[in-house]
């Protein structure tokens, strides 16, 4: 059983900083993808940034720039540090991961942390 617990969700105001967690526990090999997700009231949840294994990322254009998603392999964790928020940035912020179980199967599973609130306000 694999586990992705986040935090360091909250109210910030607008210009503001936050910088999230997610810490990935349980019978685990190894993990290669992880990211976050996020999902505004009456929209479609979206990809905000990934970082593989080796540490190559990827970012939503709408946060290139004032996100940095990173990693500490050691710890199974992802951080998104989240600078200069909008109102617009205001959403349920999900953790990702892919990995595999064991040595000796290849098979990569996907899992989902239960997410964190974040909201930009004044």
């Known amino acids: 059983q694999v586990q992705l617990v986040e935090s360091g969700g909250g109210l910030v105001q607008p210009g503001g900083s936050l910088r999230l967690s997610c810490a990935a526990s349980?019978?685990?090999?190894?993990?290669?993808?992880m990211g976050w997700y996020r999902q505004a009231p009456g929209k479609q949840r979206e990809l905000v940034a990934a970082?593989?294994?080796?540490?190559?990322?990827n970012y939503a254009d709408s946060v290139k720039g004032r996100f940095t998603i990173s990693r500490d392999n050691a710890k199974n964790t992802v951080y998104l540090q989240m600078n200069s928020l909008k109102p617009e940035d205001t959403a349920v912020y999900s953790c990702?991961?892919?990995?595999?179980?064991?040595?000796?199967?290849?098979?990569?599973?996907?899992?989902w942390g239960h997410g964190t609130q974040v909201t930009v306000s004044s």
């Open positions: 990702t991961a892919v990995a595999r179980l064991t040595w000796y199967e290849k098979r990569e599973y996907d899992y």
């Open positions: 349980g019978s685990i090999f190894s993990i290669n993808d």
């Open positions: 970082i593989t294994s080796g540490g190559r990322t």
